[in-house]
């Protein structure tokens, strides 16, 4: 029986039986080996990235905390050097 193989880079018809082992088997275990590497780095990437992302996070609740903290510490100073502003009505009410 025909059969009809395509490649990335070309098509052919092999007239080879079906208990016989296609020629383009070995590319295409080259080929699936490499898509396996390819995903396997790319997981690691992955990973990576996604720690990096988790400590930026991180870093940046710290830093919100803290800015918090200083922008309540400047407050309470500017209230102890400045006099206190003290919100009256006007005179024309």
């Known amino acids: 029986m025909n059969r009809f193989v395509l490649s990335r880079d070309y098509a052919y018809i092999s007239a ?3 208990n016989e082992e296609c020629p383009m088997t070995q590319d295409h275990e080259a080929r699936i080996e490499q898509l396996e590497i390819d995903l ?3 997981n690691r990437t992955i990973e990576d990235l996604n ?3 988790v400590a930026h996070g991180n870093q ?3 830093l919100t905390q803290l ?3 200083m ?3 400047m407050e309470e100073l500017a209230e102890q050097v400045l006099p206190a502003h003290s919100i009256d009505k006007p005179p024309h009410y």
């Open 16 to 18: 080879a039986n079906d």
């Open 40 to 42: 396997a780095h790319a």
């Open 71 to 73: 922008t309540d510490q």
């Open 67 to 69: 800015l918090a903290k």
């Open 60 to 62: 940046i609740d710290r």
């Open 51 to 53: 720690s990096v992302a």
